[in-house]
């Protein structure tokens, strides 16, 4: 579609987070173990989880350390909404600091629209829109891309490493430098 990912910067647990990204295709609410544990959060709390999740990082599942429900907040003093969100924490990260999905745009009944970078809600007053910014996006979403490739690379070389310690010694074999003189 050639459209970037709308990132916007919503209140959640009474901290303003820069980052985080709305994700209409998605059925979770993210957040990351680490942010939590910046904002202050006791991990403790977590309610357990043991279902994995799948297509955040691209071709890897992950387990969640738990669930919590935290307020979500946007717009101004004089014009906000605030919602209780249920987040799947993930063990791992990414460029953004928090993740909604459907669940959490269907709470607060908002409509995002990626190609204008846009998301509205109905507030007390007049209805919120909240812009993403383009350069925002793209800087985050460059990001996450070579964040992805370190992982799939890193993912690769481990399994790479692992089906060479399963090799008996005589059957690993180096290439030699003349690999274009054999094709």
């Known amino acids: 579609m050639g459209a970037y990912p709308l990132v916007v910067n919503p209140v959640i647990r009474q901290i303003r987070l820069a980052r985080v990204l709305i994700d209409g295709g998605s059925a979770l609410n993210i957040n990351f173990a680490k942010i939590l544990e910046d904002m202050g959060f006791d991990m403790t709390e977590l309610v357990p989880?043991?279902?994995?999740?799948?297509?955040?990082?691209?071709?890897?599942?992950?387990?969640?350390?738990?669930?919590?429900?935290?307020?979500?907040?946007?717009?101004?003093?004089?014009?906000?909404?605030?919602?209780?969100i249920i987040f799947e924490v993930a063990p791992f990260e990414t460029s953004y600091h928090a993740i909604l999905g459907r669940p959490a745009l269907a709470k607060f009944m908002a409509i995002p629209?990626?190609?204008?970078?846009?998301?509205?809600?109905?507030?007390?007053?007049?209805?919120?829109?909240?812009?993403?910014?383009?350069?925002?996006?793209?800087?985050?979403?460059?990001?996450?891309?070579?964040?992805?490739?370190?992982?799939?690379?890193?993912?690769?070389?481990?399994?790479?490493?692992q089906a060479a310690k399963d090799l008996a010694k005589d059957q690993l074999q180096i290439p030699s430098n003349d690999s274009a003189s054999g094709s």
Do not use: W
């Open 49 to 84: 989880l043991d279902q994995a999740f799948y297509g955040v990082i691209p071709g890897a599942g992950s387990t969640p350390v738990g669930k919590v429900t935290l307020p979500v907040t946007f717009g101004t003093r004089d014009n906000y909404r605030t919602e209780s």
């Open 113 to 161: 629209n990626h190609t204008y970078l846009l998301l509205k809600m109905l507030a007390p007053n007049v209805v919120l829109s909240i812009r993403g910014d383009i350069q925002t996006s793209h800087s985050y979403e460059t990001e996450n891309i070579n964040t992805d490739e370190a992982m799939e690379r890193s993912n690769n070389q481990a399994l790479v490493t």
